[in-house]
């Protein structure tokens, strides 16, 4: 019997991105060259975030959305940082507040330097170059891969280093209050469920995890060895995992997992032998998945469903981040804003269906609710009137000097350890 493709009934079967017109892209930007493999770009309802080559230091660039056009070389940027950024992240709730890691480590015997800055946006963007950032972060030993804020409590912060570790930060009082200290090997992702109870991470000694965060337990753990996994995703409430990677023979996979039993993939596929790295984005709401890279479209596998790809050049699809309705793709030359386009549901009435109650700019929880063990879903909110911001929460910086950072009982800035061959 021949092989038949099996496809769902889906609403969303016939979406296609459809590539912005050249006066809707930002130009002439400098992306940077950094060799570490991560998004370098965050877009929220308001501004977009770019990591730029520069000298002297590492910088980045916010632009307001409508500021489409060609960027000029002397647009202001934010460089407070001695050392090539490496991520970037917008908080959910406070939109004008960005964390930023970076990369270089100075001397062990130098003086502690901040892996971790918190930058606060001026209304409209920025009128001249930002270097004072309104809270710096001391506790990792090594250079930060990775940030990432909590997604139902405001004011926690996540962030991995090169020193092997995951600290999760109260901004209120700008200090780490827990450590994950569970990974023997550079962490490649972190992953948050949907109210943020569990915490996946991808890490370079092959093996993929479900911690518990609060208490750095680790729950399921697989050694993949026939998928070395690279990036990670939690897909909404489904209780499923969605991994990307490579396999033994070097072609790039996906693979589907359950989260409370990692012992097996679900589904293992096969994408092509491109090279390059896949970025996993999950839209929970309309529960679609989105492959950033150079992707070609393969047969559908029950239950994941390729859409159909972009149509652009799969050489130009480097890059793709979800942005409600569209998506911003990093691409060579100038980012592109992609729209998502429904031809099957082109009307004048809003379709409930396809712009779902979303996650809202309230944060569910406090610090402290979250510390002590409380979980509570994201507060959801309409599209209906489009958005609106409402939150009325504000950022406020801590004051504080820089002192010994003790977390588990171990002082963060004395004990540091040798440095590793994954240090540059």
């Known amino acids: 019997m021949s092989w038949r493709p099996q496809y769902r009934s889906s609403k969303f079967r016939n979406v296609y991105g459809k590539v912005a017109s050249r006066e809707h892209c930002f130009d002439g930007i400098p992306i940077t060259k950094n060799v570490h493999d991560n998004h370098f770009c965050a877009v929220n309802a308001r501004f977009l975030a770019i990591v730029t080559e520069s000298a002297g230091g ?10 489409t056009g060609r960027i000029e070389p002397n647009y202001p940027k934010v460089c407070g940082h001695q050392g090539n950024v490496l991520d970037i992240k917008w908080n959910p709730f406070i939109e004008n507040i960005i964390a930023s890691s970076r990369g270089s480590q100075p001397h062990p015997d130098a003086c502690p330097i901040p892996q971790v800055r918190i930058w606060e946006i001026p209304e409209g963007g920025l009128k001249r170059n930002m270097t004072e950032a309104v ?19 405001n004011n926690i912060l996540f962030s ?24 023997t090997d550079v962490i490649l992702c972190m992953s948050f469920n949907t109210d943020g109870s569990l915490l996946a991470t ?11 965060p609060r208490s ?4 399921q753990e697989a050694s993949c060895k026939n998928h070395r996994v690279n990036r990670v995703v939690f897909l909404g409430s489904t209780k499923r995992l969605l991994t990307t990677g490579v396999s033994r023979w070097n072609t790039r996979q996906i693979a589907l997992w359950d989260q409370e039993d990692l012992s097996m993939p679900l589904i293992e596929e096969e994408i092509d032998g491109l090279s390059g ?37 799969p050489s130009r699809l480097d890059m793709q981040v979800e942005m409600s309705a569209g998506s911003l793709r990093v691409v060579s030359r100038f980012p592109q804003v992609d729209g998502f386009s429904f031809p099957s549901f082109q009307s004048e009435t809003y379709q409930e269906d396809i712009y779902p109650m979303t996650p809202g700019t309230e944060p569910a929880l406090t610090p402290d609710e979250w510390l002590s063990g409380v979980n509570r879903e994201p507060i959801l909110m309409s599209l209906k009137e ?18 010994s950072v003790v977390v588990n009982g171990i002082d963060l800035l004395e004990n540091v350890p040798p440095r590793t061959e994954n240090e540059v």
């Not at 590492?58 to 500021?67: C, M, R, W, Y």
């Not at 809270?135 to 409590?153: A, K, Q």
């Not at 991995?160 to 990974?183: F, Q, R, S, T």
């Not at 991808?202 to 518990?212: A, G, H, I, M, S």
């Open 202 to 212: 991808t890490c370079k000694d092959k093996k993929l995890r479900v911690v518990e």
């Open 277 to 313: 790295l896949l970025f996993p984005f999950y839209d929970a709401d309309t529960h679609m998945l989105y492959l950033a890279g150079k992707v070609r479209a393969g047969r559908p596998v029950p239950p994941l469903q390729l859409l159909l790809g972009s149509r652009a050049t």
């Open 386 to 403: 489009g958005y609106r911001r409402t939150s009325k929460v504000v950022f406020k910086a801590p004051v504080r000097e820089k002192k």
């Open 216 to 219: 750095g337990r680790v729950l």
């Open 135 to 153: 809270l710096e972060l001391y506790g990792h030993s090594r250079r930060v891969g990775l940030v990432e804020w909590h997604p139902t409590t």
């Open 58 to 67: 590492g910088s980045f660039l916010v632009i307001p959305l409508e500021q």
């Open 160 to 183: 991995a280093g090169y020193d092997y570790k995951v600290l999760i930060w109260n901004l209120d009082i700008g200090e780490p209050v827990k450590m994950i200290d569970c990974h």
